[in-house]
């Protein structure tokens, strides 16, 4: 049921959706827009996905609103392709504007310039220390020395390529879109709009306090 007032459809990213594409989302191109005050059931269809992907709006810049992860995990006596890790951590980069996003891209489209810049980036919702908020707020995750981390990480930002890194650490891509990948390390990621990144961290240095940005 849409309870909102802007119309809205639901996009799945990293989801095949084979013979499937009504339950796909990106509005007037498999799907009429849902209506305020109206229903859609979406059936989305799981393959072979596996690892991280994600779902948002996906009516215009409703695209900054709504959204959740969906975890895939191996099936049951089956095993991740690299060694089972300790926890993990869910990731969501996003941004904030002080404006209604609805509006932004048909001001936009007025001056035929570019959509403005949100007025902050947040990691799960905590634009951090960088910003002149009224209120203090930055994601923390506590970790083990030793142990190994897996992070799943989602771009939602509308426009922005993000670089990722923690501090004195490395990471090591182990899985896009859903999908495992031979793992690469590195000490950063870049991660597009859209994407989902399984990522492993170690904690392999000295217990302190230590930045995670994007
Ligand atoms: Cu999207």
């Known amino acids: 049921m849409h309870m ?13 959706q084979p013979r499937n594409p009504w339950a796909d989302g990106p509005e007037y191109i498999t799907q009429c827009p849902i209506q305020p005050g109206k229903k859609y059931t979406y059936r989305i269809k799981l393959t072979k996905e596996e ?20 975890i895939v995990y191996p099936r049951h006596g089956a095993h991740y392709p690299f060694s089972t890790p300790h926890a993990e951590v869910p990731i969501i980069l996003g941004e904030w504007w002080k404006k209604v996003v609805m509006e932004i891209p048909r001001n936009a489209n007025i001056t035929g310039g570019e959509p403005i810049l949100s007025d902050a980036y947040t990691i799960n919702g905590q634009p951090g220390d960088l910003y002149p908020c009224s209120k203090q707020g930055t994601f923390k995750t506590p970790v083990n020395y030793g142990k190994t981390y897996l992070l799943r990480i989602v771009n939602l930002v509308m426009d922005e390529n993000l670089f990722f890194a923690i501090s004195h650490h490395k990471l090591t891509l182990v899985g896009t879109d859903g999908c495992y990948t031979k793992p690469f390390k ?9 994407q989902s990144m399984d990522v492993l961290l170690e904690a392999n240095q000295p217990p302190n306090l230590y930045y995670m940005a994007a």
């Open 51 to 70: 690892g991280t992907i994600w779902w948002h709006a996906h009516s215009g810049w409703a695209r900054a609103t709504v959204h959740g992860m969906i």
């Open 186 to 194: 590195s000490d950063y990621i870049m991660i597009t709009p859209g």
């Open 4 to 16: 909102a007032r802007f119309t809205i459809t639901l996009l799945w990213h990293g989801v095949r």
